[in-house]
């Protein structure tokens, strides 16, 4: 997509560029005149309409393809609404929740899913030999994240794969120290495959903000959509 913008671009700068400029002073000096008792004009010569709507056709295309694809962030979204995913599974969006789509890969390891957060965070960490989460030291003391994606990381033992919806006894809990955030995670399967999910909570989150994140692990359903 990156590739065809920059295409389209190329093509109206290229378009543009043809098109020859017209002298200020030719325009000042352009004076009507009278030949046979008619009013003529002298024609100043100037871009043909086609090749001012071909120009104008690549960069309205090109402006639409921005404003789909810029940015990662989706808002806000209204409370009660889910995000279905193609490979089988949906979920609901805590009201007031940021919600961040991710494709990454490192080491030899891609992931792929939706960040559901109370605040605003950048994409998750890809580190191999660990479930793909929130990086700890972007989550502030009252911040609680929840990743669902795909991890082909294969260094990784995924224990128990449950079938959706999962229970709260399915999830596995990582220790932590005093004033640390701790990590809950779940595999699961869909018709699509195996996939992870991933919550990290601050020291600090709030009651009500656990108690969205418990709603929201709650309605981690299969879905046919």
Do not use: C
């Amino acid at each position: 997509m990156t590739e065809l913008k920059a295409q389209l671009r190329r093509y109206a700068e290229a378009v543009l560029d043809g098109v020859p400029a017209i002298p200020l002073a030719e325009v000042r000096n352009h004076r009507p005149s009278h030949r046979g008792g008619v009013l003529r004009s002298h024609r100043v010569r100037g871009p043909s309409i086609a090749v001012l709507l071909a120009a104008i056709v690549a960069l309205v295309a090109m402006v639409a393809m921005t404003g789909t694809t810029s940015p990662s962030h989706n808002g806000n979204l209204a409370s009660g609404q889910n995000i279905y995913h193609g490979a089988g599974w949906s979920i609901r969006v805590p009201h007031g929740w940021h919600v961040l789509r991710f494709n990454e890969s490192k080491d030899g390891v891609s992931a792929v899913g939706v960040q559901l957060s109370n605040v605003r965070l950048p994409r998750p960490a890809i580190i191999r030999g660990f479930p793909i989460q929130v990086n700890g030291r972007v989550l502030p003391p009252q911040g609680i994240a929840l990743i669902v994606a795909t991890d082909d990381d294969p260094t990784l033992s995924h224990g128990r794969v449950v079938a959706l919806p999962a229970s709260p006894r399915d999830w596995s809990t990582g220790s932590a120290t005093a004033g640390q955030p701790y990590v809950m995670y779940l595999w699961f399967r869909t018709a699509e495959g195996v996939f992870l999910a991933s919550a990290k909570v601050g020291a600090h989150a709030s009651s009500a903000a656990q108690k969205a994140l418990a709603s929201a692990s709650r309605s981690l359903t299969s879905s046919g959509k």
